[in-house]
């Protein structure tokens, strides 16, 4: 949480603002291995993080690529806006915007922040317990509405599904 006060001086604890990208490409999905030392180490997630002061979520979600990938992104879709407030094993509140976009060109490599980068086939992917917070749930929204093609963006947090 951001601790902050309001105009009249109130205190107020904030979210923080996440972007994630699922980059795709050739029915493939790029996923990054966490780093030893961020939450969720050692599992795999689409790329992104917090988005910076004077930044949009889309200009954030084409950085945050670059730095984690060294790939540059086309064709940014919004997919989802998480506000669940409880999203899970996350130490703070945050509000992610995640988007769909595809792979350009890779043009550098990637930062401390991925142990590795890899391409997934969508129908190929690390099993949910070894993909971070609930990222497995946003690729598998991806994979529904490419069967189903329904109106996007998804806005808040989906309903459980009943196995």
């Known amino acids: 949480m951001i601790h902050c006060e309001f105009e009249d001086s109130s205190p107020a604890l904030l979210r923080h603002v996440t972007v994630n990208c699922l980059v795709l490409k050739n029915g493939k999905i790029l996923l990054g291995k966490r780093a030893a030392g961020l939450l ?30 060294g790939w540059r992104i086309k064709n940014l879709r919004l997919l989802r806006i998480n506000d669940n407030p409880n999203r899970p094993n996350e130490d703070r509140q945050n509000i992610d915007f995640v ?65």
């Open 40 to 69: 969720e180490s050692g599992k795999w997630g689409p790329l992104g993080g917090f988005m910076n002061r004077n930044e949009t979520t889309a200009e954030t979600a084409e950085r945050e690529v670059m730095e984690e990938s």
């Open 99 to 163: 988007y769909v976009a595809t792979a350009v060109e890779q043009t550098g490599s990637k930062d401390w922040e991925n142990e590795e980068i890899r391409w997934f086939s969508l129908t190929a992917l690390p099993p949910c317990e070894q993909i971070a917070f609930d990222h497995y749930e946003n690729i598998e929204l991806y994979k529904t509405y490419l069967e189903h093609s329904f109106s996007l963006p998804i806005v808040g947090a989906l309903p459980s599904r009943k196995d």
